[in-house]
């Protein structure tokens, strides 16, 4: 699953779209949801991870990745920090 960060500008939620679309993965927008909310979501959904694709000061993106567990629980991927285009 990807998402973005809160309130992400327009064109990071596009780009979010495009890496889904390259990926296979299922895109969802984030709105106001909580990771919490995103994390349960993907759960629900099968998903062993989210990526989120966050907004870099100067330009540009950066991917981050929650791990979710079988039991629903999530935790930042400490490795995960891409730049992007790296899904």
């Known amino acids: 699953m990807i998402t973005t960060s809160r309130y992400a500008p ?4 596009l780009e979010a779209k495009l890496q889904a679309g390259r990926s296979g993965e299922k895109y969802v927008a984030r709105g106001k949801k909580t990771i919490e909310q995103i994390a349960q979501f993907a759960r629900k959904n099968g998903d062993g991870h989210v990526f989120i694709i966050c907004e870099r ?16 629980r999530w935790k ?12």
Request: proline share 3%.
């Open 57 to 72: 000061r100067g330009g540009g993106s950066v991917t981050e990745k929650i791990n979710i567990d079988p039991r629903g």
């Open 10 to 13: 327009e064109e990071i939620r």
């Open 76 to 87: 930042w991927d400490e490795s995960s920090t891409q730049d992007e285009n790296s899904i």
